[in-house]
C-alpha cells in the first residue's frame, strides 16, 4: 500500500475544526482507495508564537521538506497577534520557501449551491501567481520627522516569475475550454504591468490553440459579478488574484465554498493545501464553519500526490450531500454535520 507524509498545521481559528474535519474525509478516502496518509501535526500558530515568541521554530521549512504535501488549515488571530506578524511567519515564508508559485483557486457554482448571482452555470480557474509582485517585501519606511515620513510597498515583477506563472495558465487553459484572460493594471502601472502583457503576449506565440484577453482588474470584477459564464482560466498577479478569489469565492456561495491549492510543480518540494479563507474569528470555535472549502483543497491534495479516483470521489461526495442542501445550512454544529454526510457520501461514490 502506498504511504503519503502529510504534515498538518491546523493553525488558527476554524482553521483547527476544518482540518480535523478534512482529515476524517481523506483518511476514509485512503480506506476506500487502498492508500495510507501519515500525518504528523504542527502546532504552529498564534498560541504558538505567544508561548515561544515565534510562529514556528528555526528549522520549520526543513521538518517540512520531508514530506509529500502540507495541509494548512488557516493562520491568524489579530487579537493577539499582528497579521503583519503570524502571516509573514508562517503561511508566506511557506509559500515562498518551496517555491510554490501558482495558487490554484477553483470558482465555480457546486451542484445545489445557490449564489448571489442570478447568472447561468460559470466555471473559472483563478490561477494567482504566489511568490513575487505586490509580496515581495520591498520597501520600508524612512522617518525625516513625522510630517514627512514616506512607506513604499515596491512590487517585484521578474521575468522567470511572470513567464511561468503565464505558462502554467496556458497548459490550464489547454487541458480545459481553451480561453486565458490575463489581469492587469497595465493602462495605469507603468512598468510591471506592462511588462506581465508583453511577457502574455509572448508566451501566447507558444499556444496558438487557446484564446486570450486582456483585462484590467477594475473592469475583471465588473466581469465576473456580470458575465462570470464567459470566464475560463484567469491569470492574475499575487495581489490582484488575492482579491479576485475573495470575489469569486462570493459569486460560488461565500468564503464557506472556495478551495485552494499552492503549488510547486517540481514534485522534489512539497506543495500546500488550505481553503481561501482565513482563520474566521467571528465564527471560531462554534462548530458552525463551512468544512467544505477546506475538504475540497484536501481533495485537491490528493489529485495533486496521485490520487486522482479518490480526489474525484471526494468532490463527488461533497457535490452529493450540496445537491440534496447540506452545506447551505445555518443550524448548530454545522461543522460536524456536513462532515458526517460527507463521510456516507464517500462510501456510495465508490
Ligand atoms: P476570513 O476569511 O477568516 O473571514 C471572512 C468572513 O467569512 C467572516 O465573516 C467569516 O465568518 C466568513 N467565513 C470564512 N470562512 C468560513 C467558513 N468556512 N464557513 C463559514 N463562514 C466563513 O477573513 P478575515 O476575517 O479577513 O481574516 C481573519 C484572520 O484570518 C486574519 O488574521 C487574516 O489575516 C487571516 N487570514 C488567513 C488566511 C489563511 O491562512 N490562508 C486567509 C485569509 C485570512
Ligand atoms: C489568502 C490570504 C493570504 C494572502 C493572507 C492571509 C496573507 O488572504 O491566502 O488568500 O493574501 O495570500
Ligand atoms: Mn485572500
Redesign the pocket.
Known amino acids: 500500500m502506498t504511504t503519503y507524509k502529510i504534515a498538518l498545521i491546523p493553525?488558527?481559528?476554524?482553521?483547527l475544526d476544518?482540518t480535523d474535519a478534512t482529515m476524517e474525509v481523506l483518511y476514509k478516502a485512503g480506506e476506500r482507495f487502498g492508500f495510507d496518509l501519515e500525518s504528523e501535526e504542527f502546532p504552529w500558530s498564534c498560541d504558538y508564537y505567544l508561548k515561544n515568541g515565534v510562529m514556528m521554530p528555526e528549522d520549520g521549512i526543513a521538518q517540512l521538506s520531508k514530506f509529500d504535501a502540507i495541509y494548512?488549515g488557516?493562520?491568524?488571530?489579530?487579537e493577539t497577534v499582528p497579521?503583519a506578524v503570524?502571516?509573514h511567519g508562517l503561511?508566506l515564508p511557506i509559500r515562498k520557501a518551496f517555491d510554490q508559485y501558482a495558487n490554484i483557486r477553483p470558482h465555480r457554482l457546486l451542484s445545489g449551491v445557490e449564489g448571489p448571482l442570478k447568472s447561468e452555470a460559470f466555471d473559472i480557474l483563478c490561477i494567482r501567481e504566489n511568490t513575487e509582485g505586490e509580496y515581495s517585501c520591498a520597501g520600508g519606511r524612512v522617518h525625516q520627522g513625522r510630517d514627512n515620513e514616506v512607506a513604499t510597498e515596491v512590487s517585484v515583477f521578474t521575468r522567470k516569475g511572470v513567464e511561468r506563472i503565464i505558462r502554467f495558465g496556458f497548459e490550464q487553459a489547454r487541458s480545459r475550454r481553451n480561453h486565458l484572460t490575463s489581469v492587469t493594471k497595465s493602462n495605469a502601472q507603468k512598468y510591471s504591468m506592462v511588462f506581465w502583457d508583453e511577457v502574455t503576449r509572448e508566451v501566447a506565440e507558444d499556444y496558438p490553440d487557446v484564446t486570450v484577453s486582456h483585462m484590467h482588474i477594475d473592469a475583471m470584477c465588473a466581469k465576473m459579478v456580470m458575465a462570470p459564464q464567459s470566464l475560463d482560466v484567469v491569470v492574475a498577479s499575487n495581489l490582484f488574484g488575492d482579491i479576485l478569489t475573495d470575489l469569486g469565492a462570493a459569486i460560488q456561495g461565500?468564503?464557506?465554498f472556495a478551495a485552494s491549492a499552492n503549488i510547486c510543480p517540481d514534485s522534489s518540494v512539497p506543495s500546500m493545501f488550505?481553503?481561501?479563507?482565513?482563520?474566521?474569528?467571528?465564527?471560531a470555535g462554534k462548530n458552525?464553519?463551512?468544512?467544505i472549502?477546506?475538504i475540497w483543497s484536501g481533495a485537491m491534495m490528493l489529485d495533486h500526490i496521485g490520487e486522482k479516483s479518490a480526489a474525484d470521489a471526494v468532490l463527488a461526495a461533497i457535490e452529493m450531500c450540496t445537491s440534496r442542501g447540506i452545506g447551505s445550512q445555518h443550524s448548530q454544529n454545522v461543522t460536524e454535520e456536513i462532515t458526517a454526510e460527507i463521510l456516507v457520501a464517500i462510501e456510495e461514490c465508490v
Open positions: 493553525g488558527d481559528g476554524i482553521g476544518v494548512l488557516a493562520v491568524g488571530w489579530p497579521d503570524s502571516l503561511l461565500g468564503l464557506g488550505e481553503p481561501v479563507h482565513g482563520s474566521a474569528p467571528d465564527v458552525i464553519a463551512n468544512p472549502p477546506a
